[in-house]
């Protein structure tokens, strides 16, 4: 079992950045496939970003992609998401899961086994 720790979360001004970081204990992180999920009030909770145990292949949302870039750094045991260029669309809590299915990278939400508390990102126009 993994615990998960969101850390980085804020208030920025559109065009601003954020570094999100997720800290894992109680296992090895290298073990996992990672994903960052984000909920927006009334929204469904949707996959931002994920990246493969291994490094080596990663997925973004459309709606990021260009702007938002994960990397793992399983030394530290930690998972960053860096946001840049955010938008005022970007506002919400962000979660980090951990997926014990190594094979294929998954983007669904119950498909992921360990979960986050969550940190607030806010983009104010």
């Known amino acids: 079992q993994v615990q998960l720790v969101e850390s980085g979360g804020g208030l920025v001004q559109a065009g601003d950045s954020l570094r999100l970081s997720c800290a894992a204990s109680?296992?090895?992180?290298?073990?996992?496939?990672v994903a960052w999920f984000r909920q927006a009030p009334g929204k469904e909770r949707e996959c931002a970003a994920a990246i493969k145990w291994s490094g080596g292949y990663t997925y973004y949302a459309d709606s990021v992609k260009g702007r938002f870039t994960i990397s793992r750094d399983d030394a530290k045991n930690t998972v960053y998401l860096q946001m840049d260029n955010l938008k005022p669309e970007d506002t919400a809590v962000y979660y980090c899961?951990?997926?014990?299915?190594?094979?294929?990278?998954?983007?669904?939400?119950?498909?992921?086994?360990?979960w986050g508390q969550g940190t607030q990102v806010t983009v104010s126009s």
């Open positions: 899961a951990a997926d014990k299915f190594l094979l294929r990278l998954r983007v669904g939400r119950s498909e992921y086994d360990y």
């Open positions: 109680g296992r090895t992180f290298s073990t996992y496939n």
